[in-house]
């Protein structure tokens, strides 16, 4: 008989049922990780933690990749050595229907404004 060890490198996440409105809005919330959640929005697949470049420390966007994934925003899984991203989107449009489409929106629209001031 074979027992199943959980990979040490695999991270926890929420299950879909435990994600939280709260949480999703506080990860949104902060301007590096509404950053991360654009770029991974913008790419047609997976992106790297080094594929996202952010204006913080290493720790920080450590940090920030933390919350998105503990408040179930994002999902993490490694591949080899890297650390894959990508969003959660069947599960927040599940839960939260167009909440990520008019969050992302809202974002473009504020980033065209402030890039005008």
Excluded: W
């Excluded at 204006?55 to 920080?60: A, L, R």
């Excluded at 899984?77 to 890297?82: F, H, M, S």
């Excluded at 650390?83 to 992302?104: E, Q, S, Y």
Aim: charged share 30%; net charge neutral; aromatic share 2%.
């Amino acid at each position: 008989m074979t027992i199943a060890v959980p990979s040490s490198r695999a991270l926890p996440h929420p299950p879909r049922a435990e994600i939280r409105l709260e949480g999703v809005l506080h990860a949104l919330a902060d301007p590096m990780r509404m950053r991360v959640v654009r770029e991974l929005d913008a790419g047609d697949d997976e992106l790297t933690c080094s594929d996202i470049d952010l204006p913080v420390t290493k720790s920080t966007t450590t940090h920030h990749f933390r919350v998105l994934r503990e408040s179930g925003v994002i999902q993490q899984v490694y591949r080899g050595t890297a650390k894959m991203n990508g969003l959660r989107r069947v599960d927040l449009d599940a839960l939260f229907p167009g909440l990520l489409d008019r969050v992302l929106d809202g974002a473009r629209l504020e980033a065209g404004r402030l890039a005008g001031e």
